[in-house]
């Protein structure tokens, strides 16, 4: 089961709420002492703290963090021994965040959503992807809680990417649906995918 606090004001109680709502659950599931010392035998509770701009779960279940990373977005470099100045970037580029000025290539990274167009359609191959880190995402635990957060460095305008990755690294994804045309043809015809992939019951059994 997966419980979402969330609210589009700030300061509403969505933090008590969560915390709470955390300690309430992982209180039943403690059935002795020696739960509260190994997390992996008590319950398979997760928190995750996806308000990346101001973060503060943390504060109240005093996680022990176990693992850091820097998260961030692909954003344009350019070559300019290889480039033309032709302008095709910026044409391709929905978000304004690369500009051809004569004969030079402003990049804004704050506009930039790392969609990756601009690098596809450089005629010369001039433009290349680097990592922009933007924060950090991190986990470990909080007793029986296991526990995640994402922290947006100061002065960044987009916090998705960071709640995306963090989505990603926290929460695991116990089957992928193959793009497979036998699928499409099978439910649009009524079918289902199991009956067109069969080799997929046992898999969906087991999760």
């Avoid at 699928?183 to 080799?199: F, H, K, M, Q, R």
Wanted: aromatic content about 6%; some cysteine.
């Amino acid at each position: 089961m997966i419980i979402t606090v969330a609210s589009g004001k700030g300061g509403t109680g969505k933090t008590t709420v969560a915390v709470s709502l955390a300690l309430s659950i992982t209180a039943d599931h403690r059935t002795s002492t020696d739960d509260w010392a190994d997390p992996l035998l008590s319950c398979n509770s997760l928190f995750l703290d996806c308000d990346v701009e101001e973060p503060n779960a943390g504060l109240f279940l005093k996680p022990v963090i176990e693992e850091r990373r820097e998260v961030g977005q692909m954003i344009p470099e350019v070559d300019f021994e290889k480039c033309t100045y032709c302008g095709r970037c910026a044409e391709v580029c929905q978000y304004h965040a690369i500009a051809v000025v004569g004969e030079k290539v402003l990049v804004f990274p704050e506009l930039c959503h790392g969609c990756g167009s601009c690098t596809l359609n450089c005629p010369t191959g001039a433009i290349r992807e680097v990592l922009d880190v933007i924060g950090t995402i991190e986990r470990g635990w909080a007793g029986p809680v296991e526990f995640a957060q994402g922290t947006m460095n100061v002065g960044e305008p987009m916090a998705v990417p960071i709640i995306r990755q963090l989505k990603q690294w926290a929460i695991p994804i116990l089957m992928r649906i193959p793009l497979d045309r036998r699928i499409a043809e099978a439910y649009s015809d009524g079918g289902t995918l199991v009956e067109a992939l069969p080799e997929y019951r046992e898999q969906r059994e087991d999760v």
